[in-house]
DNA sequence: AAAGAAATTTAGACAAGACTAAAATAATTT
DNA sequence: AAATTATTTTAGTCTTGTCTAAATTTCTTT
């Protein structure tokens, strides 16, 4: 049952899932960013995985995961977010620096060590970041929520998860405080595309646009 | 400062230290046994490694780290006993277990997160099945002790380290408590290479001539 | 000392996964 | 609608690390 799959194709394969939740297609170049490789390596390993039925591809329109491929997708990323809460959980790397780590260590994780790890965590369903981790079975619950640039002003909203691709963010918003599952209002956002003004523990925080992007709230149930 | 090395050139650095550290000559085929590969596959690796000064190689002679080559080899196995230890330490994975995984995950710590195990586990010396654990500056302190097969009878003994290779013999091992650090005595050799007979918690096991050469100790003080 | 056996190296091939440059197709402007 | 631009694919090359088969060197026997 368990075929071996390279570090690459998982991570191909995360890369489409995640290239998949946010945009309408996933197209070759979208894959080349998100991967740091040339349209031409994505177009090579496109074929590959079409040939092994994990991806379905329509030449010049963009890739789809199949169920096979998805469920190993999900799995990589069940990995990872479990790595990043138990890097933090259990040795205290920083949130920040936890992502990074768990890039490599998704790919050596055995199930047994993955189940003592989801133990030890009392079975969480989220990542330090706030994202949910898959389950075992291959599912994973998906959330409606905003994000923090789309909101009006005046709203009292919850943050509910932040991307965890940028280190720099990252420390920011550890520094005034700003987590998952912190409530917080929005106060303005200044024009000329200029910050969203929150306020938060009392204080108020300047959060650029393109930041606010990648933070993701709901209304705060009053 | 750092260089990035391949997993394999990791396994082959590390493959060279263990078998300088028992046999006179590091030959071809030993390299290849230890890591199933085939002979030519050493030869071309060793060439490569030679050019980039880590080891020294003498044609049909065999093969000898460089300091260089040393230092990176007792690097990659302080990750890997590291390893082994946090692994059966703070998730509770047994004994027999811990290698496999710690032979995937040496490949893949941090320098920070290497300082964090060590940190947790209270800078351990030794990992769970009595090896040194090399220090961070690359030196490590090398015992002076005996195979249990080479051993007379009537002499009382402290286990001092046990093969890791061996899942099934850790396993035996661990089912009559004989583990580093435990005392008991040598109570007789069986002829024709037969078992040796140790006596340990009031018992006595046999454990055979194979098994015991891989079963250090030394003699104990009284 | 020569022959035979064993170990090692060379030669040549292959698979994975990347790259660049050029060709093909799709999307956007004019 | 044609021309221009952007995206994607193809073609061909490279590196890493492996393999098998053949040649070379060393070791062991006689
Ligand atoms: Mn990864
Ligand atoms: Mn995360
Ligand atoms: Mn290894
Ligand atoms: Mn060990």
Not at 108 to 137: A, C, M, N, Q
Not at 154 to 172: A, C, F, G, I, Q
Request: contains cysteine.
């Amino acid at each position: 049952m368990e075929k071996m799959l390279s570090q690459s194709i998982e991570d191909y394969l995360k890369a489409i899932y995640e290239v998949e939740s946010s945009e309408e297609k996933v197209s070759t170049s979208a894959l080349s960013e998100k991967l740091g490789v040339s349209p031409a390596s994505v177009t090579s390993m496109v074929k590959k995985l079409s040939e092994r039925k994990l991806i379905t591809h329509k030449r010049y329109q963009g890739v789809k995961l199949t169920p096979a491929g998805r469920k190993i997708a999900l799995e990589i990323i069940r990995h990872h977010r479990l790595v990043e809460l138990y890097l933090k959980e259990a040795l205290g790397v920083p949130w920040d620096q936890v992502h990074q780590e768990a890039e490599k260590w998704e790919h050596v994780l055995s199930e047994d060590l993955e189940d003592r790890i989801d133990k030890f965590l009392g079975y969480p369903v989220t990542d330090p970041h706030g994202s949910p981790i898959p389950r075992r079975d291959g599912t994973m619950i998906v959330r409606q929520c905003d994000a923090l640039v789309d909101v009006e002003p005046d709203t009292l909203v919850k943050v509910v998860e932040v991307s965890d691709h940028d280190p720099e963010l990252l420390r920011y918003l550890g520094g005034i405080g700003l987590y998952p599952e912190t409530e917080m209002t929005v106060v303005s956002k200044q024009p000329f595309k200029g910050p969203i003004i929150v306020e938060l523990t009392g204080k108020e925080y300047p959060i650029g646009r393109n930041a606010a992007k990648y933070i993701l709230v709901e209304k705060a149930n009053n």
